[in-house]
């Protein structure tokens, strides 16, 4: 993947960390059509890149993290389009939060300032949130009076936080700290502004150094579990179960801990 390709966010590949930095910092890095299709295609090709790309960032420059879309690059232009335009410029936002969760490698969001909008939509749909405590979230969408739902954040939302909680936050939209987030669930863990980069860096370093295939069946399971019932949920983990115990990152465990090395884990 030729990392010029990407021309409407900077993007970097580093010994297995993949990062998206959103780089409109002028606008808060607000999101325009381009980087909503760039972003779409850039996490369809990484689906197939499990071995050599283990974990995929996404981080904001300056003073926030994604402010959502652009108030005249995307919605003065949407009303100029019909009912068909629209609908599939939704399908493709959808489709870059649907990526996200189906990637086999972890996501992480470092997020810094104000996620808003479809930024804090990206944050949700990523498997960690990691927030400076600059950081808060806003989930507009009913303040420019259209539906608290889009890009599957009423899939997401109730599940981090729950139902309940779910349907304050996208029927008010009101402004969530860094410390509400991390106290209903919305973030992982909190740390100073000055120490999020290195705190991002060291979960990162951490999952790239685990088995590719064991993280991607984690999220897989995460995503279908919560449509089973409690006997088929630990069906499904006994099947998968089955197939990791079979497969070379097991028995390569098993060698560097008889050998006393670390293993090195490589997704077969």
Known sequence: MNPVAWRHFDY???????????????RLNSLTFEIYADLE???????????????LV????????????????????LLKLDTRGVYEFARMTGACTRN?????????????????????VL????????????????????????????MGICWLLPRLVGLGRAAEILLLGDRISSAEALAMGLANRVVPDQELDAVVAEYAGRLKELAPW??????????RAGSLDYSAAIEMEAWTQTLLMTAQDFREFHAGFTGKRKPVFTGR
């Open 41 to 55: 295609r850039l996490t369809a090709e990484l689906k197939g890149r499990p071995a050599d790309v283990r974990v």
């Open 123 to 150: 944050a949700a749909a990523s498997d960690l949130r990691l927030l400076a405590e600059s950081a808060s979230f806003r989930f507009l969408f009913t303040k420019v009076g259209i539906s608290g739902g889009d």
């Open 100 to 120: 996200l969760r189906e990637l086999p490698q972890p996501v992480i969001s470092a997020v810094n300032g104000i996620a808003a909008g479809a930024g804090a």
């Open 214 to 223: 064991g993280l991607a069946m984690t999220k897989e399971m995460l995503n």
């Open 12 to 26: 970097e590949e580093e010994a297995g960390v993949a990062t998206v930095t959103f780089n409109r910092p002028e």
């Open 58 to 77: 996404l981080r904001g420059r300056g003073r926030g993290f994604c402010s959502g879309g652009d108030v005249e690059e995307i919605i003065g232009e």
